[in-house]
């Protein structure tokens, strides 16, 4: 079959993209939520200011790496901006709800959706569980190292539209040691002396690795066999390695691995535990992407990552870069669809590529974009088969 070097499509509006990506793509994302296992349980615990390098490999966390041999290492995964407070809001509800500092939001209670707020309309049990908060339902802004914005469901604690009740927003002491009374999902945060924000390194990511050992190795050789599921991640990185950060899964129903897909970020883990319960989507994770590979119910015998190989260089962009997609097996591919997505997650450009055969190279001009970072996904009939990060300058 003839091969081709087709070249991007000019920049479409954004409603235009928005209403052409969620049409093409929604047999896709969809049919996403059929392969989801759904855990018996959830946790997910929440460190701080860490990138990848920093605690992946170190000898200063001993547990967490050894979660990272149990389980789906995710060796490319984003946070999305800075500071902390939008990064939690981002992950708890698709938006950073205008929240762009970590002062005390105006306005909550907020009713706009969110994870916790769907899950128990659609009958699931939802808790967050914080160090040092002083009680049931408080909405102090601090107390002893307890941090309001580590905790962002707080921001729609109440009894209206699309809000939690304040008894979901309990201390980290309430956490069961029966966890078979937890909550369908669940937060965890600890504390600012606990969770790799204050102090120094080393010290300090050591004091956070013995904390989660501590606190939650139970849980974790728990879930192994009673079909739960256990979830480390960051809420950003110290600013020094693209806001890449460490996010590990663990239980009975993951393949363990390196996963290499790259430009995962808050917004796929959303959509993720979205999917796990046939939720809807909240803001842009209705544009974003499953993590599917991971499982092992999904039959995707891939848990190396990509299945074409993307890389852009020169990177950052600052006026023509070049896209290169190989393939090591010499496989086939028709008609797939190279999509570039803002950190939002709004497509902005879209490129068919009718076939290709071990290798193909296309160009990657700046024309259009703003200054900033960028993902591209690769897919293929249902399934996303690589991805990649870029930055514009």
């Not at 170190?58 to 902390?84: C, D, K, R, W």
């Not at 407070?85 to 306005?107: C, H, K, R, W």
């Not at 991640?233 to 950060?245: H, K, M, P, W």
Request: proline share 7%; aromatic share 12%; charged share 15%.
């Amino acid at each position: 079959m003839k091969s081709s070097t087709p070249t991007f499509l000019p920049a479409l509006g954004r409603n235009t993209i928005n209403l052409f990506f969620i049409l093409s793509l929604f047999y896709i994302n969809n049919s996403y939520s059929a392969v989801i296992p759904k855990p018996d349980k959830v946790v997910i615990c929440v460190l701080e200011n860490h990138g990848y390098p920093q605690v992946i490999g170190a000898s200063s966390a001993p547990y967490i790496n050894q979660l990272a041999n149990m389980g789906a290492n995710m060796v490319e995964f984003y946070a999305l901006t800075h500071p902390s407070q939008p990064n939690y809001i981002m992950l708890f509800s698709g938006e950073n709800q205008g929240v762009t500092t970590d002062a005390v939001p105006s306005g909550t209670p907020w009713s706009v959706p969110n994870l916790g707020a769907s899950l128990i309309d659609a009958g699931y049990t939802f808790g967050g569980y914080s160090e040092d908060l002083p009680g049931v339902g408080s909405n102090v802004a601090s107390s002893g190292a307890y941090a309001r914005k580590h905790n962002p469901w707080v921001n729609w604690q109440g009894t209206g539209t699309n809000q939690i009740p304040s008894s979901c927003n309990m201390p980290m002491t309430m956490f069961p040691t029966d966890f078979n009374q937890l909550p369908d999902l669940s937060f965890v945060v600890p504390n600012q002396d606990n969770d790799m924000h204050n102090g120094s390194d080393p010290a300090r990511i050591t004091v956070a690795d013995d904390w989660v050992r501590y606190h939650l190795e139970a849980y974790v050789n728990w879930a192994m066999t009673h079909n739960s599921l256990f979830i480390l991640t960051f809420d950003e990185d110290n600013n020094l390695y693209s806001n890449r950060i460490p996010t590990i899964f663990v239980g009975p129903m993951v393949q363990p691995g390196n996963y290499l897909v790259n430009g995962y970020h808050h917004y796929d883990h959303l959509r993720t535990l979205e999917d796990m319960y046939g939720l809807p989507y909240a803001g842009a994770s209705v544009s974003a992407t499953t993590i599917t590979e991971i499982w092992t119910t999904t039959g995707i015998k891939n848990p190396g990552g990509n299945v074409i190989r993307s890389i852009i260089y020169p990177n950052p962009v600052k006026s023509e870069s070049t896209i290169l997609m190989s393939t090591a097996e010499n496989k086939q591919f028709e008609n797939l669809n190279l999509l570039v997505y803002d950190i939002l997650g709004n497509v902005v450009r879209k490129q068919l590529i009718p076939d290709f055969t071990g290798s193909i190279t296309l160009p990657f001009r700046k024309d259009e974009l703003s200054t900033g970072m960028y993902y591209w996904r690769i897919y293929g009939k249902e399934q996303l088969l690589s991805s990649g990060k870029v930055v514009v300058e």
